[in-house]
């Protein structure tokens, strides 16, 4: 198994930025993608950003892609997901989970372990 844990919710204004963390544990050796989802209120989960462990490769929604960027420290079993330029649509639930095929990063369903979530909160 792998235990994710999440850090770097908050609440902040609109055009103010944010750093998650997620920090890997356990079976880390398996995972070939970790991504990063959000789930608003009444909404679908959705996809916002995944990279892979291996050589780096990401890839952003339309979304926030110019305003957020992953990125990942392989030795601390760490993604960062850095929220630049924050919209209040922005607020929702974040949650990291890892994957074993970074091909089908984009869909939730293909991801094997979860994160707690943190919340993110933009005031307009």
């Known amino acids: 198994q792998v235990q994710l844990v999440e850090s770097g919710g908050g609440l902040v204004q609109a055009g103010d930025s944010l750093r998650l963390s997620c920090a890997a544990s356990?079976?880390?050796?398996?995972?070939?993608?970790m991504g990063w989802f959000r789930q608003a209120p009444g909404k679908e989960r959705e996809f916002v950003a995944a990279?892979?462990?291996?050589?780096?490769?990401?890839d952003y929604a339309d979304s926030v892609k110019g305003r957020f960027t992953i990125s990942r420290d392989n030795a601390k079993n760490t993604v960062y997901l850095q929220m630049n330029s924050l919209k209040p649509e922005d607020t929702a639930v974040y949650y990291c989970?890892?994957?074993?095929?970074?091909?089908?990063?984009?869909?939730?369903?293909?991801?094997?372990?979860w994160g707690q979530g943190t919340q993110v909160t933009v005031s307009s």
């Open positions: 989970a890892t994957g074993e095929n970074y091909v089908l990063r984009r869909i939730g369903r293909y991801y094997n372990y």
């Open positions: 356990g079976r880390t050796f398996s995972i070939d993608a």
């Open positions: 990279i892979k462990w291996s050589g780096g490769s990401t």
